[in-house]
């Protein structure tokens, strides 16, 4: 089965730099691994995706700030973040799907993990 583990959040101040790292495990084939966040009281957003094959997606509202990075041989997944915002703050999910991807709509992915905590301080 697959299964996927964060890591890296925590509380940073804005303009900083963060790293968040998914490790995954039980991919057959060809997969699709992207980042997702959830504010509270907001819905869950699609941030970032990559697939195997190597085909990147993003969100127009990280574009440019957030970095995602695939390392195939051993599925480690990460989300360089830069010029990070208050607004940034949220749970930060992994998620992935069998197959490339096809954007980054929440509703294609269906392995999930648990979230990590990202705080951004002004």
């Known amino acids: 089965a697959v299964q996927l583990v964060e890591s890296g959040g925590g509380s940073v101040q804005a303009g900083r730099s963060l790293v968040l790292s998914c490790a995954g495990s039980?991919?057959?084939?060809?997969?699709?691994l992207g980042w997702f966040r959830q504010a509270p009281g907001s819905e869950r957003e699609g941030l970032a995706a990559?697939?195997?094959?190597?085909?990147?997606y993003y969100a127009d509202s990280v574009k440019g700030r957030f970095t995602i990075s695939l390392v195939n041989t051993n599925y480690t997944l990460s989300l360089q973040m830069s010029s990070l915002k208050v607004d940034d703050t949220a749970v930060y999910y992994c998620?992935?799907?069998?197959?490339?991807?096809?954007?980054?709509?929440?509703?294609?992915?269906?392995?999930w993990g648990q979230g990590t905590q990202v705080t951004v301080s002004s």
């Open positions: 998620a992935a799907h069998d197959g490339f991807c096809n954007g980054i709509s929440g509703e294609t992915f269906y392995y």
């Open positions: 039980g991919f057959k084939y060809n997969y699709c």
């Open positions: 990559v697939d195997n094959d190597g085909d990147t």
